[in-house]
C-alpha cells in the first residue's frame, strides 16, 4: 500500500517540478525581450545614417542622344514624276549637376 502512494508522490513532485520552471521562465521573459530588444537597437545603430531623401545631396549625369533616318519616296506614275527625300538628324543633349534637397 505503500508503495502505490510513492508513485502518486513522484509524479506529484515532477508536476510542482514543471510548475516551478514554468513560473520561472514566465517571470523572466520580459527580461530576455528587453535583451534581445535592445541587441537589435544596437545592431541597428552600428549600421550608420540611414538614407534620408529629405536631405539627400545628389549629383545628376543625364545623356540623351537621338539618331533620325526618315526617308519619302513619292511616285506619281500618270504625272511622271517622282520625289525623293531622306533627312538624317543627330541631337545629343547633355546635362551634368547637383541638387540639394533639403527641408532642415
Known amino acids: ?19 516551478i520552471v514554468m513560473g ?3 517571470g523572466i521573459s520580459n527580461y530576455f525581450k528587453r535583451g534581445m530588444q535592445g541587441r537589435w537597437k544596437a545592431a541597428t545603430d552600428d549600421m550608420g545614417d540611414q538614407y534620408d531623401p529629405r536631405t539627400a545631396d545628389s549629383s545628376i549625369r543625364h545623356t540623351l ?3 533620325t533616318n526618315t526617308t519619302i519616296i513619292t511616285m506619281n506614275d500618270a ?4 520625289t525623293r527625300r ?8 547633355q546635362k551634368t549637376g547637383t541638387v540639394s534637397v533639403g527641408a532642415y
Not at 508503495?3 to 509524479?11: D, E, L, M, V
Not at 504625272?79 to 517622282?82: E, L, M, P, S, V
Open 79 to 82: 504625272g511622271g514624276y517622282w
Open 86 to 93: 531622306t533627312d538624317n538628324s543627330f541631337s545629343t543633349d
Open 65 to 67: 542622344t537621338q539618331n
Open 24 to 26: 520561472a521562465l514566465l
Open 1 to 19: 500500500m505503500l508503495r502505490r502512494y510513492r508513485k502518486g508522490q513522484t509524479a506529484l513532485e515532477y508536476i510542482v517540478l514543471l510548475i
